[in-house]
């Protein structure tokens, strides 16, 4: 077993710890998607009634206008009502797991690991988990944020996958435990679920490792030591649950190291090339919003069909992680506007993913050190490099 694997993993019995491992491991399927230059500019007018709220980083910041019946309750009475809860979800047979987990970002690898294992069945289900060293206002934030999260129109419709997923606290907060619950999928959800999963070609973990490799050399030449990580599923709970273990991961390496992990999925198969873009996107929306409870990290993000100008520009949480719009240039940087509108190859990568890393600014960063790959190639070798990587992948379909 890895040894950056955090010990809550141990605690989680019922859960399959081989599951986790499997989807951390470099053998998931892939297929680059089109690199179609098309700019999609209705992303702005989608992405309107989008909420913009954000996951705040401690319970003093939040406010509410309706006092807590909960604050009438002595702390003994509160200690009792929440034993009796545990033991109302254990006689309706739902497993009340421990996590030992005392800091937020093992908090949500934990969160988002068991709702990935929920969203591989189509039936529903329920699961119980006690944080007892997380404190109860943190628990509320994740609970605000993810209703939030669904009730946002243009992550519902790019990753359905969340819709039928609730978390809801063990008796509004009175104990430091969250229900997660799943939904039954209809008939034609889990058709198209299934036709999502079954899609995408499989591909040599090695060469799937090798191209982001190729990709990162391409790129940013002077910008360390990056890991690379595959994640091996298609779904969004999958995702970000390799998200936050990588997270932890990261979190276990010397500082000094400045060492970056890119976590890499596989890329949309279904739909235009638009609703792909848009799907990528709002993967990385789901990211920043989570990741704003943790400000020790920060987001880079690539994939195979990049274009800032379709990503939402209104929103904080929709610009973190990306390049400035193509009509802002490039910050600190002297280049002729030809090669700012180049700018979308430095974030061409043959999969999509979410490079992390603990440096402030990581981005500009990022795009900076990639600044001699603008000044020193033309777009015919731009683009013949990005063809060279998506073969790497391909090479075993």
């Not at 951390?24 to 089109?34: G, L, Q, R, Y």
């Not at 996107?281 to 020790?296: E, K, Q, T, Y």
């Not at 999509?352 to 015919?380: C, G, H, M, W, Y």
Request: with cysteine.
């Amino acid at each position: 077993m890895p040894d950056f694997v955090p010990k809550w993993l141990y605690v989680l019995s019922l859960l399959s710890i081989e599951w986790l491992l499997n989807h951390c491991e470099a053998f998931a399927p892939v297929k680059v998607a089109s690199s179609s230059p098309i700019r999609y500019q209705a992303a702005n007018e989608r992405f309107a009634s989008s909420s913009s709220s954000v996951l705040l980083h401690s319970a003093s910041e939040s406010s509410t206008t309706e006092p807590d019946p909960l604050d009438e309750l002595s702390e003994e009475r509160k200690a009792n009502l929440f034993q009796f809860l545990l033991r109302d979800l254990e006689v309706e047979q739902v497993p009340v797991l421990g996590v030992d987990a005392a800091e937020t970002h093992i908090f949500q690898a934990a969160l988002w690991t068991t709702m990935a294992e929920l969203s591989e069945n189509n039936v529903a289900d329920k699961v119980c988990l006690v944080f007892e060293s997380i404190p109860v206002d943190t628990l509320k934030l994740f609970v605000q944020e993810f209703d939030a999260i669904k009730s946002d129109s243009f992550l519902m419709e790019n990753v359905p996958e969340l819709k039928r997923i609730n978390t809801t606290l063990v008796g509004r907060g009175v104990g430091p435990a969250i229900v997660l619950a799943t939904s039954n999928r209809t008939k034609t959800d889990a058709d198209v679920y299934q036709s999502i999963k079954q899609s995408a070609p499989t591909v040599d973990g090695t060469q799937w490792m090798r191209a982001m490799e190729s990709f990162a050399t391409r790129t940013s030449p002077g910008s360390g030591t990056i890991l690379n990580r595959i994640i091996g599923s298609t779904d969004v709970c999958d995702i970000l649950s390799g998200y936050w273990t990588s997270v932890c991961e990261l979190l276990t390496l010397p500082e000094e190291e400045k060492v970056a992990i890119a976590v890499s999925y596989p890329p949309s198969m279904e739909g235009l090339d638009n609703e792909r873009h848009d799907r990528y996107v709002s993967v990385s929306i789901l990211m920043n919003r989570m990741a704003s409870l943790f400000s020790d990290i920060s987001n880079i993000y690539v994939f195979p069909t990049y274009d800032r100008d379709a990503i939402p520009r209104n929103n904080k949480m929709a610009s973190l992680g990306h390049l400035p719009p193509s009509d802002q240039g490039y910050s600190g940087e002297l280049l002729d506007d030809e090669k700012v509108k180049l700018q979308n190859y430095l974030r061409r990568s043959p999969l999509p993913s979410v490079i992390i890393t603990r440096e402030k600014n990581a981005a500009e960063v990022f795009d900076k050190d990639a600044v001699s790959v603008l000044q020193s190639n033309t777009q015919e070798e731009l683009e013949e490099a990005i063809k060279m990587e998506a073969e790497i992948i391909s090479a075993f379909e």
